[in-house]
């Protein structure tokens, strides 16, 4: 199974693999951190993670979507994280710390 | 390669155009008057005015199945019904939020310029033929809508739940991006037609193909709030201002529902290799039935309470979903869907309305203690209630009677006799805490001094209609039905 032809020879099977641990990377930032910011960062790298994917994919078949698709992620990528920045100010005034763990209010 | 439009495809997208106008209006007024905020009632109208001009164009195109924008837009029956039920619930929802007290009087302006957006993503969402397009609409209502919670007057409680949207919302529409990567990179589009053709054969040959459309899936539920992805929905529905939650309850679900319903369409259930994930799904919908009306039946806050009724009202929704994927007379059960998606709009919408009339403050959470009593004071303010309320609970003359009954039937017909059974005995579980509030309202002595309440006639008569809908269409249930029966039957 693993020959040196594997690490030789950089295919799309590299590339979805390295997409998949930025991705988990990315979830496990989301889960386990309570900073707001390093949350929101996580949320990036998820995004970022599924544009190399598309390109991994839309250069194997060579069919042009799939980096069509990427400006889309890219641009709403970019919404997401001004929207997220601007929840942290607001949060940042109201709790004085921009950490989740005084989110006590709502459960239940 | 020549791309060309033709004006019909802009007649077809015209009512999000007319939303978006009608949105940009008062924005545009307010900044060319130097920033001051106009009168709110001017702003309504604008919205009003561009919402009813939205469901001229959209009754004026009925039954017309066409696709638009070299196929990446669809109209048919599910967009339509769809379509109307959204544009119900944002003037609903603005009716509200202009009478509201949670939200900021100074920024009605920009609460109307979101909440026109959100309806426009909901509206692309519902029309999308194409997997970007939907993702593109679920991120433009989402992002509007995240903005809309933080904005409200309260100080902690919305920014947290806003906050908590936008994290696991965030993260819902990763993770759905990523099965749509998976997708693309094995049928080598995203065109949602291509999908539906390839899925049957991809789904058992393809382990790549069906770990990005079990992805999509949990990206959809996260927004239907499915069982283990329900947990954001209790806390961002009661820490959001109620006149929004009653837009995010009824509009997000029924465009997810409406997505989910077209992705089921190719009855991608059917296949043999997917049976497991069916069967997985099922135990999560009798789960979200549990844990819905469990949760309801703990809750303190009426908000709360309602938020997870919610839940267990997706579990219940969700058994005409699997209903209408598995093959066998599908058309029933999506039927079913359709029909529950607007009975639940509008009795949550309306449940949530009562709610917000009788909210004397910015941050006031309404418990069981403040209905006590209500009947004396607000006969018929208790009495709309008591019938959204059993309509929600599904008590035969009401509207949420014929959606669980429409539902379930199907369900039985397709051989899903043990989730019917489920559901009804959620329903059953369901009668305490929903007939809870109608006991305190009649037959028990007011126990604080109510304050004076502001005199709200729009929300009042808001509400009022919707009680009588609740009705109404609970009478004329079979000719609803059929209609939303022949609005699918072009899909199914």
Redesign the interface.
């Known amino acids: 199974m693993l020959s040196a032809d594997n690490f030789l020879h950089i295919g799309l099977a590299h590339y979805i693999f390295l997409s998949g641990i930025l991705f988990s990377f990315g979830m496990i930032a989301v889960l386990m951190r309570k900073n707001v910011i390093v949350m929101l960062m996580g949320i990036e790298l998820m995004l970022n993670a599924v544009n190399l994917s598309f390109i991994a994919f839309s250069k194997e078949s060579g069919n042009l979507n799939g980096h069509i698709m990427v400006f889309f992620v890219m641009t709403i990528a970019a919404a997401e994280a001004g929207v997220g920045l601007a929840l942290a100010v607001a949060i940042y005034k109201k709790f004085h710390e921009v950490n989740i763990r005084f989110f006590e209010h709502l459960r239940g | 390669m020549q791309v060309a439009f033709s004006l019909i495809d802009f007649l077809l997208v015209a009512p999000a155009l007319a939303l978006f106008v009608a949105s940009c209006t008062p924005l545009l007024i307010k900044v060319l008057c130097g920033n001051q905020e106009q009168n709110s009632f001017a702003t309504l109208i604008y919205a009003y005015v561009g919402i009813v001009v939205a469901a001229g164009f959209t009754l004026s195109m009925l039954g017309v199945a066409r696709s638009a924008f070299d196929g990446a837009l669809v109209f048919d029956g599910i967009s339509f019904c769809t379509t109307l039920i959204v544009l119900l619930v944002t003037a609903v929802a603005l009716t509200f939020a202009r009478d509201s007290y949670s939200t900021n009087p100074g920024q009605f302006t920009e609460a109307t310029f979101l909440t026109l957006n959100a309806a426009i993503g909901m509206l692309t969402v519902v029309w999308a033929n194409d997997l ?1 397009v939907t ?2 609409g679920i ?1 433009l209502f989402s ?1 509007s809508l ?2 809309l919670i ?1 904005m409200s007057m309260e ?3 919305s ?6 949207y ?2 696991l919302g ?2 819902a529409s ?2 759905m ?2 099965g ?3 997708i ?2 094995t049928v ?3 065109y949602l037609p291509d999908l539906l053709q390839a899925s049957p054969n991809l789904l058992a040959t393809n382990r790549l193909f069906l770990l990005g459309f079990v992805l999509l899936l949990v990206g959809i539920c996260f927004k239907i709030a499915v069982f283990p992805f329900h947990s954001w929905a ?2 961002v529905y ?2 959001a201002p109620t006149p929004l939650t009653a837009f995010m309850a009824t509009g997000v679900k029924a465009v997810s529902l409406a997505f989910f319903l077209r992705l089921v369409a190719s009855q991608a259930f059917t296949v043999e290799k997917f049976w497991p994930f069916v069967d997985v799904l099922q135990w999560l919908i009798a789960l979200t039935i549990l844990v819905g009306n469990v949760g309801a039946f ?2 303190k806050s009426l908000k ?1 309470m309602l938020a997870y009724s919610s839940i267990a009202h997706s579990g219940y929704v969700m058994i005409g979903v699997v209903a209408a994927g598995i093959g066998g007379s599908s058309m029933l059960g999506a039927g079913g869907v359709m029909f529950y998606i607007f009975s639940y709009s509008i009795m949550t919408a309306g449940a949530f309305g009562v709610l917000h009339i009788l909210e004397p403050h910015a941050d006031a959470d309404l418990t069981l203690e403040d209905l006590k009593g209500l009947a004396r004071e607000k006969p018929w303010v208790a009495l709309t209630m008591s019938i959204l309320l059993m309509s929600l609970t599904g008590i035969p003359p009401t509207l949420g009677f014929f959606g669980k009954f429409f539902i379930f039937s199907a369900a039985i017909k397709q051989g899903l006799v043990w989730l019917a059974v489920w559901g009804v005995v959620g329903s059953v579980i369901s009668v305490f805490y929903y007939l809870r509030p109608v006991v305190a309202m009649y037959m028990e002595e007011p126990l604080l001094r109510r304050g004076v309440l502001r005199l709200r006639p729009l929300s009042y008569f808001t509400v009022a209609f919707l009680g009588l809908l609740v009705v109404a269409c609970g009478l004329a249930a079979e000719p609803v039905y059929q209609a939303m029966l022949s609005s699918v039957s072009q899909v199914f």
Do not use: H, W
């Not at chain 2, 920014?159 to 908590?164: I, L, P, Q, V």
């Open positions: 970007i993702f593109v991120e992002l995240y903005v933080a100080e902690k409680l920014k947290e739940a806003a906050f908590k936008f994290i965030s993260f990763a993770i991006l990523y749509i990567s998976f693309y990179g080598g589009s995203t209790p806390d009661q820490g703990r809750q709360r």
